[in-house]
C-alpha cells in the first residue's frame, strides 16, 4: 500500500526534525528513522495500532513525544499529523476533509 502526507503533516514532520537538528544532529537522525520504522510497520500491519478517530489510528513513535497519526483508505496510507503529545488532542481531526 503507498502512503500519501497532508501537507501539514510535512509540516509538522519538519519542525521536529529542525528542532531535534538543532540540539543534536544525531537526535535528528535517530527521530528520522523512527519515523521510517514506524511507516514500515504500518505498511506491514496497517490495523494493528489502535483507533484514536473513528477514521484515524495513532501509531506511538516510542523513544519520542510525537504520534504518528494516519487514515487507512482503500489503495493508501493517508499520514494525517505528527502530533507532539503536549498538542491537544485531536486537533488534526480537521484535517480529514482534505483528505
Same mark, same amino acid.
Given at each position: +500500500?503507498?502512503?500519501?502526507?497532508?501537507?501539514?503533516?510535512?509540516?509538522?514532520l519538519?519542525?521536529?526534525?529542525?528542532?531535534?537538528?538543532?540540539?543534536? $544532529?544525531?537526535?535528528?537522525?535517530?527521530?528520522?528513522?523512527?519515523? +521510517?520504522?514506524?511507516?514500515?510497520?504500518?505498511? +506491514?500491519?496497517?490495523?494493528?495500532?489502535?483507533?484514536?478517530?473513528?477514521?484515524?489510528?495513532?501509531?506511538?513513535?516510542? =523513544?519520542? $513525544?510525537?504520534?504518528?497519526?494516519?487514515?487507512?483508505?482503500?489503495?493508501?496510507i493517508?499520514?494525517?499529523?505528527?502530533?507532539?503529545h503536549?498538542?491537544?488532542? =485531536?486537533?488534526?481531526?480537521?484535517?480529514?476533509?482534505?483528505?
Amino acid at each position: +500500500m503507498k502512503f500519501r502526507q497532508l501537507r501539514a503533516a510535512s509540516v509538522e514532520l519538519h519542525h521536529a526534525i529542525v528542532w531535534y537538528r538543532d540540539r543534536s $544532529p544525531r537526535a535528528a537522525e535517530n527521530f528520522w528513522l523512527r519515523v +521510517m520504522e514506524a511507516r514500515r510497520s504500518i505498511a +506491514m500491519f496497517p490495523l494493528a495500532a489502535p483507533l484514536t478517530s473513528p477514521h484515524c489510528r495513532r501509531f506511538i513513535l516510542s =523513544g519520542y $513525544p510525537y504520534d504518528l497519526i494516519y487514515s487507512l483508505r482503500k489503495d493508501e496510507i493517508v499520514i494525517v499529523a505528527f502530533a507532539h503529545h503536549s498538542r491537544r488532542p =485531536g486537533y488534526w481531526q480537521s484535517r480529514l476533509a482534505e483528505s
